[in-house]
């Protein structure tokens, strides 16, 4: 081999080995960037879920709250401090009223409405068709 | 090809020492990699590896809101779809549940002086004084001259206040001060206290469900935790990007109770005032709905905070209702009546000499129990109505010892009634063999071989409210997911016909007459409601001997008799009677009333029908002043 065929030999596989150190050191950026990228949305799901479970703890508070102050002693104590009086009603107060309260309200505001209604089907004796 | 800059002796070098680098770091990689693997793998795994178990959150235990659904029939209460159509199950009210508190403490080593101008707001947050933190800050040097030995560790934790909210603690970190931190906590709260709290019982500190639905459910209340594996970095920090395997927690299931927190509020309110006003042992009353099974409300006289149960004694915590026996006295009648019915041997109207005070029976002569009043013929109809104990023993009598004692085990005497939790006890009923001479005669009337739970006296009550089928006590209506989705429902469990349709209505018509003006309990009455029922008082037995002083006063009952919706037992133990009440615990005068206020608030609670209309109620249509 002369000279000059090992020089460009050389010179070959230095600009290959270049190359490949662009490629290679591409792949590397990529993939620490890729890794970084996947570091990071696993961050932000992570944040997103402590965030979730934050928010179903203050839930769960709120919950507890709102059934602490519904309860029967609760609104007891209430009723007392407001001075609101409420009661259950007694059986005197109420007058139950059999079958549909709208219908019987609608048939006495309209008597001629709802009578003509259930006015039974028939002929006049001697009427014409 | 030119020579290039190929041909100086200085690329060459170079070449050289790039291959010389890239030969250098992968000599090394190969020593970590290949020599020093497991080593290192060892290490990493101590260092880096992280596991961290994700909680489940325990489900909650809700009760139904039965008013809710007053305005519809049975059928359609049955029909849970129709039910949620109509949204009656989003005013579900929770009875248990779970939240987050954190235990607030500091590293008195961590704190810093600048921080110390933001202490008051500290104290002000944790409800402590200013002198109480600063003394707690202060525990920084040992505490005694035992801790200041050579191998004493400093303190690095101080416990600042317990059980603190998120909201609150979300404060205190907002102050940022340098030191002060929280550890989160898992805990079971009962935000009604008291309410219910022999049926819900309670998980204690350790997390362990100890008692009532808390420990018989727990297999779908507990849910299933999750984990993950991952690692962390040098400041403890987990890695996210480096999970590895993860198993999500699965959340526990809510438990809808049938327990109704308005009907059980009530029964608690009546039973408080019967504490107030008799100062009873103990007392019980149950509510439960005629036709299922379900129970409404069970509640008992002594009970307990369930967010304090460690201060309550283990008395207060017992579930009187399935624990205790009682002798059931003249409440019992019903098992001889029915039986003899039901068998036909005798009609409503069939006469007894119930002023007669022995009796031949099986060639023997026997005593019949004293009365309260001088009977001289009673019909049964009026045995029932005047509570006649001769007549009662008369009736079992006629039945024979086999066939009384089966109709008593039918109606479920003897044994466990199937209330779930709670240690529940079979009562006491001997067989026929091991009866004496007099057992005949006494038992018949709630003595002697007899003693019930209040849950089995309230349960054979049901079965004449419920045409004659007797039913488990049914507590529980569904099992929901988290997201409310319905896992399972639980319907009625009947166990047996105990007496027919016929015997069972008949039964009703002669129970009504109790609480008329002519029977023992005219207190329990509502007018055009029909209250069926009867009334027992039992004489206790004291130091071997039936006292005259101490009693067990009762009213079972249901209403209303000829469609029934609702079965309740008041059940007084050892009430002591004013003098001008006639000093005599009686189940008309402890019990009766109680029945009739509960009925009373339970008839507009549950949007419950008159079967008669109230005079009133009538001139109210006619006038059209509606």
């Excluded at chain 2, 109809?381 to 039945?399: D, F, K, T």
């Excluded at chain 2, 009634?417 to 529940?424: C, L, M, R, V």
């Excluded at chain 2, 003006?517 to 009867?534: D, F, L, N, Q």
Aim: with cysteine; proline share 5%; charged share 25%.
């Amino acid at each position: 081999m002369n000279k000059s065929a090992a020089n460009a030999f050389i010179n070959q596989v230095l600009v290959y080995t270049l190359v490949m150190l662009v490629f290679t050191g591409s792949i590397g950026f990529g993939t620490v960037w890729l890794r970084h990228e996947i570091s990071l949305a696993a961050n932000r799901n992570k944040n997103l879920r402590t965030h979730l479970a934050e928010v179903q703890r203050h839930l769960d508070q709120l919950i507890a709250e709102i059934a602490a102050a519904q309860s029967p002693d609760a609104l007891i104590r209430l009723d007392s401090s407001m001075r609101l009086g409420l009661d259950m009603p007694r059986q005197e107060q109420i007058q139950r009223v059999p079958g549909d309260v709208e219908q019987q309200l609608a048939a006495r505001r309209n008597p001629d409405l709802f009578v003509a209604e259930i006015q039974p089907a028939g002929f006049r004796r001697g009427g014409t068709r | 090809m030119s020579k290039g800059f190929a041909s100086n002796y200085r690329m060459v070098i170079l070449a050289t020492g790039i291959f010389l680098c890239f030969g250098g770091v992968s000599a090394r990689l190969a020593c970590l990699q290949v020599v020093k693997r497991t080593e290192l793998l060892k290490y990493v795994e101590q260092a880096r590896r992280s596991f961290v178990v994700e909680n489940a959150r325990r489900g909650n235990i809700r009760a139904t809101r039965w008013g809710a659904e007053g305005a519809l029939d049975i059928d359609e209460i049955l029909d849970a779809s129709r039910i949620r159509a109509k949204g009656a199950l989003e005013t579900d009210e929770i009875l248990a549940t779970s939240r987050t508190l954190v235990d607030v403490g500091l590293d008195p080593h961590m704190l810093r002086r600048e921080d110390e101008v933001r202490w008051p707001d500290l104290a002000r947050l944790l409800g402590l004084t200013l002198t109480d933190l600063r003394a707690t800050v202060a525990r920084r040097a040992p505490e005694t001259a035992e801790d200041d030995g050579p191998d004493a560790k400093p303190v690095q934790w101080v416990k600042l206040a317990e059980g603190v909210d998120e909201t609150i603690f979300d404060r205190i970190n907002e102050l940022k001060i340098r030191g002060v931190y929280g550890n989160r906590v898992y805990r079971r709260v009962y935000p009604r206290n008291s309410l219910a709290a022999h049926v819900i019982g309670y998980v204690n500190r350790e997390g362990t469900p100890a008692a009532g639905v808390e420990h018989y459910m727990d297999f779908f209340l507990r849910g299933q935790n999750g984990w993950r594996e991952s690692e962390r970095d040098g400041r403890r920090q987990e890695l996210a990007q480096f999970r590895t395997r993860e198993v999500p927690p699965v959340d526990g299931f809510d438990v809808v109770l049938s327990i109704d927190t308005y009907v059980q509020h009530l029964i608690e309110k009546e039973l408080q005032q019967i504490a107030e006003k008799y100062s009873p042992a103990k007392a019980t009353i149950i509510v439960s709905q005629a036709s299922t099974g379900y129970i409404l409300g069970l509640a008992n006289y002594p009970t307990f905070n369930l967010n304090e149960f460690s201060k309550a004694p283990l008395d207060a915590q017992r579930n009187f209702a399935v624990t205790d026996v009682y002798e059931p006295g003249s409440t019992f009648k019903i098992v001889a009546a029915s039986g003899a019915l039901n068998d036909g041997l005798v009609t409503r109207d069939s006469a007894f000499d119930c002023g007669l005070t022995e009796i031949d029976y099986h060639g023997r002569h026997l005593h019949l129990p004293r009365e309260d009043h001088p009977f001289h013929e009673l019909t049964v109809a009026e045995i029932i109505c005047h509570s006649s104990n001769r007549g009662a023993a008369q009736l079992a009598m006629l039945l024979g010892d086999q066939r009384f004692y089966a109709y008593t085990r039918a109606f479920g005497f003897g044994q466990k009634t199937g209330f779930p939790f709670g240690g529940e006890v079979v009562g006491l009923l001997e067989s026929p063999k091991h009866w004496d001479g007099l057992t005949i005669t006494r038992m018949p009337m709630g003595q002697g071989a007899i003693a019930a739970t209040p849950m089995q006296m309230h349960c054979a009550m049901g079965a004449i409210a419920n045409g004659g089928v007797l039913l488990e006590p049914q507590l529980f209506r569904e099992v929901r997911d988290a997201d409310n989705k319905l896992v399972f429902a639980f319907g009625d469990l009947p166990r047996r016909r105990v007496v027919s349709e016929r015997t069972a209505a008949t039964m009703a018509r002669l129970l009504m007459a109790v609480a008329s003006p002519e029977g023992t309990a005219p207190e329990a009455a509502v007018r055009g409601y029909e209250v069926a029922g009867k009334t027992g008082t039992t004489e206790k037995l004291v130091d071997g001997r039936y006292s005259t002083t101490h009693h067990v006063a009762s009213f079972v009952g249901f209403f209303p008799a000829s469609r029934p919706r609702v079965v309740l037992s008041v059940i007084v133990d050892d009430a002591t009677v004013p003098k001008s009440l006639g000093g005599i615990a009686y189940g008309r005068v402890v019990a009766a009333p109680a029945f009739h206020d509960i009925a009373m608030q339970l008839i507009q609670y549950l949007d419950i029908k008159p079967v008669t209309e109230p005079p009133g109620n009538r001139l109210a249509m006619q006038g059209g002043r509606w």
